[in-house]
Structure formats: C-alpha cells, structure tokens
C-alpha cells in the first residue's frame, strides 16, 4: 500500500512537472501563407525565409512574455501554390482548424483582399507586404467595424515609394549625364500590379521635371528586342526598368546590345545579383531593392540581417530583399502582446500597434502605422560605376511628405 | 486603368528607316527559337501522335543544364551538344516509361504529360533552386550595319536554326524512314503490315524531338535567362506554330515561326505594345478559322482508336 502510495506521488509529481514545462512553453500559432511554387515563388519563399528567422530568434531570446506566461512561435507554413483559391483554402484552415493568432502574407495585392476577407471577420491580424493594398485601405475599411481592421500594410504606400526612388534614381543619375535628363521611358509588364505601380512612379517621375512615356509589355515575355527598338526611336535619356526583377534582368542586357539609352534604371534588381551575374554596362545604371540591397547596404544591421538570412539556407536571388517587408513586424507583434498582456485580445492587439513604434531592420527611422495601417520608410537606391559590376554608390532618399500632383495617394 | 503616353511613337524621323529594318531583323531572330520549339512539337504531335504539353520543360531542363554546365567551365557549343542527348535521352524515357501507354488514347498521354511538366518544374526546383538563370552571351559581339545592330549571338541562333530545319526536312521528305514514317501516320496498320516497326518510329521521332527541345533550351538561355516556368510560356508558342504551318510539317513549322516573328516585332514597333502576344494569337486564330489544315497542311493529329 504503501509502496502504491509513493508510485502515485511519483506520478502525481511527474505530472505536475509536465505541466509546469507545458505552462512555461505555451505555443503561440502563427500561420504564414506564401508561394513555395508557382511564380511568385522567389517572392514567396522569402517570407518563409523570413518568418523563420524571426520565430527562431524570438524563441530563442525566451519567447514572449504574456502576462504570466511565456509563449514560443509556432509556424504553420503553407504554400498557395501563386493560385488565389489555393490562399484562400490556406487561410481558412489556418483560421478555423489551426486557430491561429496571425497570419503573415501573401505576395499580391488580389491574394492578399482575398485572404482578409477571412482574417477579417475571425479577428485575425494579417500582415501583408503590398503597397497596392493602398487602393483598399480607407477609413471605412479599417475601423473598428470595416473588413480591414486587422490588416497591416507592411510596405510604404506607393507614392512614398515611387516618391522615394524617383528622387534617389535622378540624384545618382543627373552628376553622370552630359546634360539634365529630361525624358525618362517607364518599361512595365502589364498587369494589375504594373499597371497600379507605374501609375504612380509617372507621376513621382513627372514631379520631378521628367516628360515620361510609359511602355507595358505582355507579362511573361522573354524576347525584348522590338519593344526596345521602339524605346529607342524614342530617345529617351532614362529608360526605368520597372516592378518585375525577372523581366527586368531579362530585358536590361538586350537593351545594352541595342544601345537604347544613355542611362538606365531597374527596380528591383539588388546590387547582388547585379554582381553576381557580372553584368556590365558603359553607361551610368541605377537599381533600387525592396526595400533596402543585400549586395550593396550601408546599414550594418541590414548586413548583419542578410548574414543570418542567408545562413539559414535562403537562396540569394533579386528579391530576397522582399524578407524585410516580413521580419520586423514579428516583433513589433510581439512587443504589442507583452505590452497587451493577453494574446486573445486582437483588437486591443491593433490598438497597440497604432500607437506604439518600432525600430526594426528595415530602416533606421522607427516604424509607424498611420491611421490606415500603413508603415513609411525609404528606398534604396544603388548606382554601379560604368564597365564595372560590384563598385556601387548608394542613396537612401526619404519618402516626399505628400502624394505629387495628380496623385490620389491611393 | 492608366493608358500609355499619346507621344509613343518614334518622334526622330531620321530614324524610322533604321528602326523599321531594325524590327525587321528583330522578327527573324524572335521566329527562330520559335520554329525549332515548333518543329519539335510538329513531329511529335502531328507524326508520333503524341500530344506533349512537357515538351516546353524539356526545353527548360536542356536550357538549365547548358547553364550548369557552362558554370562548371564547359565551352557553350560543347554544351549545347551534351544538352541535346541529354534531354533527347530523358525523351526516350518518358517516351518508354510513359507515353508508348497512351499511344491508342491521345488524351491520357495529354493529361500525363499535364502531369510531367509540372513534376519537371519542380524536381528543377529541388535540384537548383526557383531563381532565374543565365549565362555570359557566348560571342559576345554586336555588328552595327548602317544603324541597324545585329547582335552575333541571335545570327548564330538564326544559323543553328536553319541548320536543323533543312537536316529535319530532307530527313522526313526524302529519306527512306522519313517516307516510312510518313506512311505509317498515314494508315498505321498498313504500315505494320508492310513491315514498318511502327512503335520504334514512334520513339524515334519523340526522342528526335526531344532532342531538339535540347538544343532549343541551350539556344534560348544563350540569349534569355530562363526559370523553372519558362517552358509552361513558351509551349502555347510551339503549339502555335505547329498549327499555323500544319500538323507534322517542318516547312509549315518554318513558315508559322516567321508568321509569329514578324507579327510579333512589327506589333511591338508600330501597334499597342501592351496586346503584341494578343496580336499573334488574333492571328492564329484567323489562319485556324480559314485553313483549318495550316498554311502549308499536315496531318490530323493523334487519332483514339
């Protein structure tokens, strides 16, 4: 009897124990929904790549303090295969079987509506790195009641950005050209994306004394030859490569054959790559990252960032950048939850995330949501000496404090 | 939705002469990747009856591989060689290990071969990685003839082209398995019949096929970086073409590449940028409606039997 006694005690205590462990280590769920196939997968991959960084290193740190307990991340990955009902089906199990707090994603402006209007009516915060999500983001939309309240935009709007990397392009360029530019061509794929892109960095481009053509070309096309030969005619002194890194790293070397400009501009292209693939050109060439380079920073937290990034087994590609519109906010996310003290309390969640700031990776001005969720912060932007591929110099021009003329800001 | 600028069209007119021969030349080096993608789907399609939607990831795995091998210090040509066997050898597999199953229900070989492109795409992935790959243009040269360049590298491309178009043509028209293979498409149990091993012709045109695939892979990422999905764009081109000229005919192949290419060039020059893939699709469309057989005619196609 006795001896039963003390087996019990034993297994009482072991219980206990294994309770105490399973306090202390609380999961908290976070889904991330991101193109791991398809094509958007090199955008899709680096949200992956960035989520895990942030969820090892916060658990790592000791997880997130919640009032008495301590929480580690869990993630619950899953690949939208660049297919918008793929999403869709992703973010309703995230949200209905997993039950998690937040969701990080998706890569476009359409997935990422879809996805909140799921998110949305289960109190779900979502965390998506679309500038275009600007078009939806009004008043109405995210207050208390709108479908958007838990959503965050966690990229510039894009006449900051436009604003932002039109200035550092002309900056870099104008000391290198026999006169002034004056004529810029914008080169874009037409799609949603481009065409709601391009609409704004004209009118960036136009706000700073530029008389710009705008070009669009079929997504997908790999041979640029004759719409290049067109931009030629036109004389243009920029050509801007813009939106898409692919197309841009396919058309930019076709357009050094044809000589088509005096200067260019590719968006989206990190210096990295640029150097890695050896290109070079006898003109002056500016490229500009989303946001900040990883071949070219000259914070050393972005370096250090990279290093880590990388580490862990991302691939280096032109859009490995795109991560940092990610990482920070998981710890902005969790300074909220400490400081809100309940991890089933969203809207007090968004309430904190308002107010409060944080100094992330991504740019040396602490970030801000505005009243309509949307952060601020520079572009980079790189020029790369002529007939040299890795002597770079570059820029960081903060984004203009309005929309130019024309703009609506959306 | 935001339109282009009014002033897009050429504003200097001392250069219209030069811009318009330029697009010219432009046209024939977009129809010649084009027609060796169309020859291949031309000769599977409409000679072995195989409807093979994985031929443009054959072209991206012989593309993939040149771009391997070239990293690794091998010459280009040598390269563009290996790629050829290599994927005319992964052609004789599917061709062994999956298509000589469906050659009686053309369908099933079309939803399969649905099936491989996609295991292709992504086993490219695992091996490599989702990232755009290219390689250092292999001449390097740009000839500049009274205002017009002429990038060496797309002559050369223009030059393998037409070396391969007249090897297959005089192959399939005056040669002794050419005119066998031309009669078993015609009626195949006859064929059989006379003593024609079918099936091996089959195979043979498939891996014939694949290996042109190859060789267009190793060509195309001399002139364009390619990613996993570049086969899945550049497949609708080949079927196109293949159509456009007549199922199974190599001169009609030939003729539909030029078709495109010059649609393609003199759109993207002088009409909407923005619709240049919908101008050469109107197109198809058109020659489809009116000669339903292609421009030069061919054969019907896999027929169930």
Same mark, same amino acid.
């Given at each position: 009897?006795?001896?039963?006694?003390? @087996?019990?005690?034993?297994?009482?205590?072991?219980?206990?124990?294994?309770?105490?462990?399973?306090?202390?280590?609380?999961?908290?769920?976070?889904?991330?929904?991101?193109?791991?196939?398809?094509?958007?997968?090199?955008?899709?991959?680096?949200?992956?790549?960035?989520?895990?960084?942030?969820?090892?290193?916060?658990?790592?740190?000791?997880?997130?303090?919640?009032?008495?307990? !301590?929480?580690?991340?869990?993630?619950?990955?899953?690949?939208?295969?660049?297919?918008?009902?793929?999403?869709?089906?992703? +973010?309703?199990?995230?949200?209905?079987?997993?039950?998690?707090?937040?969701?990080?994603?998706?890569?476009?402006? /359409?997935?990422?509506?879809?996805?909140?209007?799921?998110?949305? *009516?289960?109190?779900?915060?979502?965390?998506? #790195?679309? =500038?275009?999500? @600007?078009?939806?983001?009004?008043?109405?939309?995210?207050?208390?009641?709108?479908?958007?309240?838990?959503?965050?935009?966690?990229?510039?709007?894009?006449?900051?950005?436009?604003?932002?990397?039109?200035?550092?392009?002309?900056? %870099?360029?104008?000391?290198?050209?026999?006169?002034?530019?004056?004529?810029?061509?914008?080169?874009?794929?037409?799609?949603?994306?481009?065409?709601?892109?391009?609409?704004?960095?004209?009118?960036?481009?136009?706000?700073?004394?530029?008389?710009?053509?705008?070009?669009?070309?079929?997504? /997908?096309?790999?041979?640029?030859?004759?719409?290049?030969?067109?931009?030629?005619?036109?004389? $243009?002194?920029?050509?801007?490569?813009?939106?898409? @890194?692919?197309?841009?790293?396919?058309?930019?070397?076709?357009?050094?054959?044809?000589?088509?400009?005096?200067?260019?501009?590719?968006?989206?292209?990190?210096?990295?790559?640029?150097?890695?693939?050896?290109?070079?050109?006898?003109?002056?060439? !500016?490229?500009?990252?989303?946001?900040?380079?990883?071949?070219?920073?000259?914070?050393?937290?972005?370096?250090?960032?990279?290093?880590?990034?990388?580490?862990?087994?991302? +691939?280096?590609?032109?859009?490995?950048?795109?991560?940092?519109?990610?990482?920070?906010?998981?710890?902005?996310?969790?300074?909220?939850?400490?400081?809100?003290?309940?991890?089933?309390?969203?809207?007090?969640?968004?309430?904190? %995330?308002?107010?409060?700031?944080?100094?992330?990776?991504?740019?040396?001005?602490?970030?801000?949501?505005?009243?309509?969720?949307?952060?601020?912060?520079?572009?980079?932007?790189?020029?790369?000496?002529?007939?040299?591929?890795?002597?770079?110099?570059?820029?960081?021009?903060? *984004?203009? +404090?309005?929309? *130019? $003329? @024309?703009?609506?800001?959306? | 939705?935001?339109?282009?600028?009014? =002033?897009?069209?050429?504003?200097?007119?001392?250069?219209?002469?030069?811009?318009?021969?330029?697009?010219?030349?432009?046209?024939?080096?977009?129809?010649?990747?084009?027609?060796?993608?169309?020859?291949?789907?031309?000769?599977?399609?409409? %000679?072995? #009856?195989?409807?093979?939607?994985?031929?443009?990831?054959?072209?991206?795995?012989?593309?993939?591989?040149?771009?391997?091998?070239?990293?690794?210090?091998?010459?280009?040509?040598?390269?563009?060689?290996?790629?050829?066997?290599?994927?005319?050898?992964?052609?004789?597999?599917?061709?062994?290990?999956?298509?000589?199953?469906?050659?009686?229900?053309?369908?099933?070989?079309?939803?399969?071969?649905?099936?491989?492109?996609?295991?292709?795409?992504?086993?490219?992935?695992?091996?490599?990685?989702?990232?755009?790959?290219?390689?250092?243009?292999?001449?390097?040269?740009?000839?500049?003839?009274?205002?017009?360049?002429?990038?060496?590298?797309?002559?050369?491309?223009?030059?393998?082209?037409?070396?391969?178009?007249?090897?297959?043509?005089?192959?399939?028209?005056?040669?002794?398995?050419?005119? +066998?293979?031309?009669? =078993?498409?015609?009626?195949?149990?006859?064929?059989?019949?006379?003593?024609?091993?079918?099936?091996?012709?089959?195979?043979?045109?498939?891996?014939?096929?694949?290996?042109?695939?190859?060789?267009?892979?190793?060509?195309?990422?001399?002139?364009?970086?390619?990613?996993?999905?570049?086969?899945?764009?550049?497949?609708?081109?080949?079927?196109?073409?293949?159509?456009?000229?007549?199922?199974?005919?190599?001169?009609?192949?030939?003729?539909?590449?030029?078709?495109?290419?010059?649609?393609?060039?003199?759109?993207?020059?002088?009409?909407?940028?923005?619709? !240049? /893939?919908?101008?050469?699709?109107?197109?198809?469309?058109?020659?489809?409606? %009116?000669?339903?057989?292609?421009?030069?005619?061919?054969?019907?196609?896999?027929?169930?039997?």
């Amino acid at each position: 009897m006795r001896q039963l006694g003390l @087996g019990l005690a034993v297994v009482a205590a072991g219980l206990a124990m294994a309770l105490q462990t399973a306090r202390a280590d609380e999961e908290l769920p976070i889904g991330v929904i991101a193109a791991q196939s398809g094509s958007f997968v090199s955008a899709g991959n680096t949200i992956v790549g960035a989520a895990n960084l942030a969820a090892q290193q916060i658990n790592d740190a000791g997880g997130i303090k919640v009032g008495d307990k !301590t929480y580690k991340i869990k993630l619950y990955i899953r690949d939208n295969r660049t297919d918008v009902n793929v999403t869709i089906a992703a +973010a309703r199990e995230l949200v209905n079987d997993i039950g998690v707090k937040a969701i990080w994603g998706t890569e476009t402006h /359409d997935f990422s509506v879809s996805m909140a209007k799921i998110t949305g *009516p289960a109190k779900v915060l979502q965390f998506s #790195g679309n =500038s275009s999500l @600007g078009a939806v983001l009004d008043d109405k939309a995210v207050a208390e009641d709108g479908w958007l309240h838990y959503t965050f935009q966690s990229e510039p709007q894009e006449w900051q950005r436009s604003g932002s990397t039109a200035k550092g392009v002309l900056s %870099l360029l104008t000391p290198q050209l026999k006169s002034p530019p004056k004529h810029s061509v914008v080169f874009v794929g037409n799609d949603a994306t481009g065409q709601y892109l391009s609409s704004h960095y004209v009118k960036a481009l136009e706000a700073e004394g530029q008389k710009v053509d705008l070009v669009q070309y079929p997504p /997908d096309t790999t041979d640029f030859s004759p719409l290049l030969t067109r931009i030629k005619g036109m004389k $243009p002194d920029i050509v801007h490569f813009w939106y898409n @890194g692919d197309s841009t790293l396919t058309a930019f070397p076709q357009a050094l054959k044809l000589g088509v400009a005096p200067s260019y501009f590719l968006f989206g292209v990190d210096p990295g790559i640029y150097q890695e693939r050896s290109l070079k050109a006898d003109v002056p060439v !500016t490229m500009s990252c989303v946001p900040v380079c990883w071949g070219s920073s000259p914070y050393p937290e972005v370096k250090q960032y990279f290093d880590k990034y990388f580490g862990l087994g991302a +691939a280096k590609g032109p859009q490995s950048s795109v991560s940092l519109l990610y990482y920070d906010y998981f710890f902005w996310y969790a300074k909220a939850l400490e400081k809100v003290g309940k991890i089933d309390d969203p809207d007090a969640v968004v309430a904190e %995330l308002l107010k409060s700031d944080y100094k992330g990776v991504v740019s040396p001005v602490p970030l801000v949501f505005n009243k309509h969720h949307q952060v601020t912060f520079a572009t980079e932007v790189c020029m790369v000496e002529p007939n040299t591929s890795d002597k770079f110099k570059c820029a960081v021009e903060q *984004p203009p +404090a309005a929309p *130019p $003329p @024309g703009d609506n800001g959306g | 939705m935001f339109r282009p600028s009014p =002033s897009l069209q050429v504003r200097h007119p001392d250069l219209i002469m030069d811009i318009f021969v330029q697009q010219l030349v432009n046209s024939l080096s977009v129809a010649s990747v084009t027609i060796l993608i169309g020859i291949g789907i031309t000769l599977i399609f409409g %000679l072995a #009856g195989i409807v093979n939607f994985a031929h443009g990831e054959f072209l991206m795995v012989g593309g993939m591989a040149t771009w391997f091998m070239v990293g690794t210090g091998m010459n280009f040509f040598v390269a563009l060689v290996l790629a050829g066997l290599l994927v005319g050898a992964l052609g004789f597999a599917a061709e062994r290990c999956l298509f000589r199953f469906t050659l009686n229900r053309p369908m099933n070989g079309f939803i399969m071969s649905i099936g491989l492109s996609v295991i292709l795409q992504h086993a490219v992935i695992r091996v490599f990685n989702e990232f755009q790959k290219s390689i250092t243009d292999p001449v390097g040269l740009v000839w500049t003839i009274g205002g017009v360049d002429i990038i060496a590298m797309r002559a050369i491309v223009v030059a393998i082209t037409a070396v391969i178009v007249a090897i297959t043509y005089f192959g399939i028209s005056r040669s002794r398995y050419g005119m +066998a293979l031309r009669a =078993s498409v015609s009626d195949r149990d006859t064929a059989e019949l006379m003593g024609i091993p079918v099936r091996r012709y089959v195979t043979g045109v498939f891996i014939y096929g694949s290996l042109l695939a190859g060789i267009g892979g190793a060509l195309m990422i001399s002139l364009f970086p390619i990613t996993p999905f570049t086969g899945s764009v550049i497949i609708i081109r080949g079927f196109a073409v293949s159509l456009i000229g007549g199922l199974g005919n190599v001169g009609g192949a030939v003729v539909g590449g030029l078709v495109l290419g010059l649609v393609d060039g003199l759109s993207a020059g002088y009409g909407y940028p923005e619709w !240049t /893939d919908a101008y050469s699709l109107v197109v198809m469309i058109l020659i489809l409606v %009116l000669r339903p057989q292609g421009l030069l005619g061919g054969t019907l196609g896999p027929k169930a039997s």
